[in-house]
């Protein structure tokens, strides 16, 4: 290993972005050969996440390439406050923190750093990053990207504050290319992580669209770091168990390491594996990779700045231990606008919650919402009210806290002091005028301000991507020269009908179903799949709009949009609405709509006994 500070190369030439105009050999070689897969690791699902895993996937296993995704949409809104107070912020701090612990290691072995840490300020992270490798002795090679920023080129309104096109990551292929050891990125699409060192080291052209798809499928796996290796799984029996010393079976346990970061190797053809470091917590099978390619989709054209994935092609197969093969996606060229995020200023809200114990729940909570709004001035004194009573209670309960149900009292409007301490002092003065038992979740809070946030789309052209260089050079990079309309999902022929059961039996869907939810803005997906042919034919009869809207009884009046993805097994649903105005806004228990699946997963409906049984 060389010495610190200084940067090794690889032992195989770096590719140039060029078409492949040679055969493939299968091996190591220069641009325009086929090489062996890049190993692109994952080490962050969202701003917050585990401050350890770009250590462990560096120190664990060999990898190319170590990506980190940052940028949930409310994230955005987030780092515009930073900015706001301080104008040197507005990127992701902990990613200076996590590669500060492993910049002297990636560049002694040659390790690649691309992510989208850079936020709203893409140009003062590479300047951090550059202030703490002088301090650590350490002269890497950093590039960055710019022009995902839209404010001035998308119409908006007063209280706009962020608007940032989504990038494809043909600026990443560039700025490797031309040998930057990290590439900062701002708003790209979080497949695009994966997809630009997969073009870049495969020498892949622009018009390959079944080879970006299959790195943007493989993207979608891994941006969400360890969901695709056994996090929120919903079969908790199908991971990997540690046996209490002197128990029996029965009482085995999932191992409770936390799960390791996804890997994805991309080879020359678009086709991957994911798969982990050996000997890490968790599990890589087709079923953890089907519920993350299931998670925050729509219809099966799965949209890019690069290409359109075709989710309807994807086919699974087990590679081994952990690893589990992906192939068979088929591309079509991308759209000629580009997604934009919005995120504008919604206002000011609060939220107080208040215990109702024992008896006559309903009547309690009638009476303290009236006395509560009546010393308030009224209900229309607010723009928004939302009182949602969460019953908990049980009748003649063993304990205290079983008797117990929530009284959620949120209030939202444009004035700060009309939600702030004079909503939720007001709420504690009935501690001791109001029904019997009263008290609070918390004591009295402040007010805080939230964000909506809204998609808006951009032609391509109007957008200028832009690479700085290690150098201090630019490059423009062109939008794509072909391009094509996002078509409507085709016509299918109907579901053939259900094969009747004799015998069913009233149990919960989530004995035979897995599931997973997401959020998109103020809508919610939930996608559900089974684990063999004959429960996905069941599910694919039985589980039609209608009787989702029987399941979820709170989505009874909203837009739903049913998709097929028969290779898959799945079912995705896009519920309109669910989550108001997104999740700085919603005034759901469950703003993302996380537990959405589990829920859904709960509700008991007529299963054949055989799927039971099975």
Same mark, same amino acid.
């Given at each position: ?108 072995? *040659?390790? @690649?750093? #691309?992510?989208?840490?850079?936020? &709203?300020?893409?140009? $003062?992270? %590479? /300047?951090? =990053?550059? +202030?703490? !490798? ?22 908006? *309104?007063? @209280?706009? #504050?962020?608007?940032?096109?989504? &990038?494809?990551?043909? $600026?990443? %292929? /560039?700025? =490797?290319? +031309?040998? !930057? ?24 052209? @622009? ?175 607010f723009a928004e009210v939302d009182v949602r009573l969460i019953r908990y209670d049980r009748p003649d309960a063993p304990t205290n806290e079983q008797a117990t149900a929530h009284l959620r009292i949120t209030v939202k409007d444009p004035d700060p002091t009309k939600v702030g301490r004079a909503f939720s002092g007001a709420v504690v003065e009935l501690a001791l005028a109001g029904y019997p038992g009263f008290h609070t979740t918390t004591p009295p809070t402040a ?94 009869g039985h589980l039609t709009v209608d009787r989702l809207r029987e399941l979820l009884p709170e989505a009874a009046d909203l837009p739903i949009e049913r998709y097929v993805l028969a290779n898959l097994r799945a079912l995705n649903f896009v519920i309109t609405g669910l989550l108001g105005e997104g999740v700085a806004s919603s005034t759901r228990p469950d703003p993302q709509a996380k537990g959405l699946a589990e829920y859904v997963r709960s509700r008991h409906t ?9």
């Amino acid at each position: 290993m060389s010495e610190r500070g200084t940067r090794s190369r690889p032992t195989a030439a770096r590719p140039t972005i060029t078409t492949r105009t040679e055969p493939d050999t299968g091996a190591d070689g220069p641009a325009g050969t086929a090489r062996r897969p890049v190993r692109i690791a994952n080490c962050s699902g969202f701003y917050g996440d585990r401050l350890s895993a770009a250590r462990e996937m560096v120190e664990d296993g060999p990898i190319d390439v170590l990506t980190g995704d940052y940028l949930a949409e409310l994230t955005m809104s987030i780092l515009w406050k930073a900015r706001r107070k301080d104008p040197a912020a507005g990127y992701a701090r902990t990613f200076v923190t996590q590669l500060e612990q492993v910049m002297g290691s990636c560049l002694d072995r *040659g390790i @690649r750093v #691309v992510s989208n840490a850079g936020g &709203l300020n893409p140009a $003062g992270l %590479a /300047e951090r =990053l550059h +202030e703490s !490798a002088r301090r650590l002795g350490l002269a890497p090679r950093i590039a960055y990207i710019t022009g995902d920023d839209v404010l001035a080129k998308v119409e908006h *309104g007063p @209280r706009t #504050v962020t608007a940032n096109a989504y &990038l494809g990551g043909w $600026g990443i %292929a /560039e700025a =490797l290319a +031309e040998d !930057a050891d990290i590439v900062i990125c701002p708003r790209v699409t979080d497949a695009s992580l994966v997809v630009g060192p997969a073009a870049w080291w495969h020498g892949w052209g @622009r018009e390959e669209h079944d080879r970006l798809a299959g790195a943007i499928v493989a993207g979608h796996v891994i941006e969400c770091g360890p969901q695709a290796t056994g996090g929120n799984y919903p079969f908790l029996g199908e991971l990997p168990t540690l046996q209490r010393p002197g128990r029996t079976a029965d009482f085995a346990l999932p191992d409770p390491r936390r799960p390791g970061f996804p890997i994805a190797e991309v080879a020359a053809d678009g086709s991957s594996v994911i798969t982990k470091h050996r000997g890490t917590g968790g599990l890589v099978s087709i079923g953890t990779v089907t519920a993350q390619l299931l998670y925050e989709i729509a219809g099966p054209a799965y949209a890019n700045p690069d290409a359109v994935a075709r989710f309807d092609t994807i086919r699974l197969g087990g590679a081994g231990p952990d690893r589990v093969r992906i192939r068979g996606v088929r591309g079509l060229p991308p759209p000629p606008t580009l997604k934009v995020a919005v995120n504008e200023l919604g206002g000011y809200r609060n939220t107080m919650t208040l215990v109702l114990t024992g008896l006559d729940i309903e009547t309690k909570a009638a009476h303290a919402e009236h006395m509560l709004f009546a010393a308030l001035g009224g209900r229309d004194r607010f723009a928004e009210v939302d009182v949602r009573l969460i019953r908990y209670d049980r009748p003649d309960a063993p304990t205290n806290e079983q008797a117990t149900a929530h009284l959620r009292i949120t209030v939202k409007d444009p004035d700060p002091t009309k939600v702030g301490r004079a909503f939720s002092g007001a709420v504690v003065e009935l501690a001791l005028a109001g029904y019997p038992g009263f008290h609070t979740t918390t004591p009295p809070t402040a007010e805080t301000a939230y964000g909506v946030y809204r998609a808006a789309w951009i032609p391509a052209g109007e957008v200028e991507h832009t690479v700085v260089l290690p150098d201090g050079g630019t490059r423009v990079i062109a939008p794509p020269e072909h391009t094509a309309p996002l078509a409507p999902p085709a016509c299918r022929p109907p579901d053939p009908p259900p094969r009747p059961h004799l015998h069913t039996r009233r149990a919960p869907l989530g004995l035979v179903v897995g599931a997973r939810s997401g959020d998109k803005g103020g809508d919610a997906n939930l996608g559900l799949w089974a684990r063999d042919d004959a429960g996905f034919a069941w599910l694919r009869g039985h589980l039609t709009v209608d009787r989702l809207r029987e399941l979820l009884p709170e989505a009874a009046d909203l837009p739903i949009e049913r998709y097929v993805l028969a290779n898959l097994r799945a079912l995705n649903f896009v519920i309109t609405g669910l989550l108001g105005e997104g999740v700085a806004s919603s005034t759901r228990p469950d703003p993302q709509a996380k537990g959405l699946a589990e829920y859904v997963r709960s509700r008991h409906t007529d299963i054949p006994t055989t799927l039971l049984e099975g």
